[in-house]
T-cell receptor
Framework: EPEVTQTPSHQVTQMGQEVILRCVPISNHLYFYWYRQILGQKVEFLVSFYNNEISEKSEIFDDQFSVERPDGSNFTLKIRSTKLEDSAMYFC????????????FGPGTRLTVL | GEDVEQSLFLSVREGDSSVINCTYTDSSSTYLYWYKQEPGAGLQLLTYIFSNMDMKQDQRLTVLLNKKDKHLSLRIADTQTGDSAIYFCADTPGSSNTGKLIFGQGTTLQVKP
């Protein structure tokens, strides 16, 4: 069964460094999303991506964040200059665009900023 | 703003029914969802309900929706130890054109043998 994959499973970085989190969505899906979950808090929407552009973003998704679908299969989230408060589990999701919009989630990347 | 709230923890005995409750604020939500997360895995869609329905049944799962009170519940009949997981309620705000999900904080279901 097709699934969303994410790499790495755990990333440790120093504050101020750039990180790129990678996702491979399900191949025939049309919508792509990033969410994050800070420990002990809710899963929060960051951004959605459709037709090779950002279609919706949250207040959290500021200029430090960017997304890309560089080669038609990978979907990446870049954080330019990480802060301590960026430490969280980051989930990628994709959707085929059905009426009820089922989103398929990857297992997540745990980002730890020291 | 849009918000979804759930209780944090539920413990039941194997074979009992489990009921997980959720409230939401967006009266224009079109679909409401229940996702399940097992350790080390991503969130997996369990079931969903369209906002003009009151109830949906899918094998051991029953979803009840009270639009007036903005209350959603998930009932799991004959709960098994394999049902132990975190259950997330979510909705898609009517204002979203891309189907973004707003999640509750998740309810940890513990099933005791």
């Amino acid at each position: 069964e097709p699934e969303v994959t994410q790499t790495p499973s755990h990333q440790v970085t120093q504050m101020g460094q750039e990180v790129i989190l990678r996702c491979v969505p399900i191949s025939n899906h049309l919508y792509f999303y990033w969410y994050r979950q800070i420990l002990g808090q809710k899963v929060e929407f960051l951004v959605s991506f459709y037709n090779n552009e950002i279609s919706e973003k949250s207040e959290i998704f500021d200029d430090q964040f960017s997304v890309e679908r560089p080669d038609g299969s990978n979907f990446t989230l870049k954080i330019r200059s990480t802060k301590l408060e960026d430490s969280a589990m980051y989930f990628c999701a994709s959707s085929p665009g059905t009426a009820y919009n089922e989103q398929f989630f990857g297992p997540g990347t745990r980002l730890t900023v020291l | 703003g849009e918000d979804v709230e759930q209780s944090l923890f539920l413990s039941v005995r194997e074979g009992d029914s489990s009921v997980i409750n959720c409230t939401y604020t967006d009266s224009s939500s079109t679909y409401l969802y229940w996702y399940k997360q097992e350790p080390g895995a991503g969130l997996q869609l369990l079931t969903y309900i369209f906002s003009n329905m009151d109830m949906k049944q899918d094998q051991r799962l029953t979803v009840l929706l009270n639009k007036k009170d903005k209350h959603l519940s998930l009932r799991i009949a004959d709960t098994q130890t394999g049902d132990s997981a975190i259950y997330f309620c979510a909705d898609t705000p009517g204002s979203s054109n891309t189907g973004k999900l707003i999640f509750g904080q998740g309810t940890t279901l513990q099933v005791k043998p």
